[in-house]
């Protein structure tokens, strides 16, 4: 393949790799990026990205509010994004992070983490309830009871999620807790521990609480 495709828009390009008879076993298609507006690239079955030449190294440019952040959830493509500060609202990203908007209100947030697509997510409040969202942080639902919640972690389609909860400072140990309907009812587990942090294996389908 000898084509050259050049496009003049500054903003992100989303780019199909072709498939089929237009390319063949061994073909190299090169992108470059001369706008600035960098790309998405999807491959088809069998294609692979090189990433070897690329300048991941950029400079970081600051982005809504300078404040102290607890942790953020990003969607599989990196198109959603969530933003839950230590005090304040959270925030929500649909533009890779290129716009943030403020969602529900001032809390203090301790964790956040969502679906591969983005469109479920939970968000926890220490000393306060859990949040859920089904549609992509646009509006948030108040779950279950006012504890110490900690960390989160959420199932790659969203319908299982899991949070744990505790507090050294008054020698209160918590439990981790998991829901399998999107967050709207939660049960916790019979092991109380000082947990911090809770994570999904999404290949073998289980949970792990951490200390």
Known sequence: MNNQYVTRIRDRIELNLP?????NIGDTLRVFDGM??????????????NCNKMNLSGAWVPKSISTDWSDLAASADGTFLYAAPASGQLYTSW??????????STRTWKSVSCSSNGMY?????????????????????QRDSVRYWKGSAVSADGRKMYVCASNYATSLTGCVYRSTDYGVTWLASNV??????????????DCYGCL
């Open 19 to 23: 498939s089929g008879s237009a390319v």
């Open 36 to 49: 600035g507006g960098g790309f998405k690239i999807t491959q088809q079955l069998n294609q692979v990205i």
């Open 95 to 104: 533009d890779a992070g290129a716009t943030w908007v403020a969602r529900d």
């Open 121 to 141: 997510a939970v968000a926890t409040v220490n000393n306060g309830y859990l949040y859920i969202t089904s549609n992509y942080g646009l509006s948030w639902t």
């Open 192 to 205: 109380a521990r000082y947990y911090n942090y809770v994570c999904y294996v999404r290949r073998r389908k």
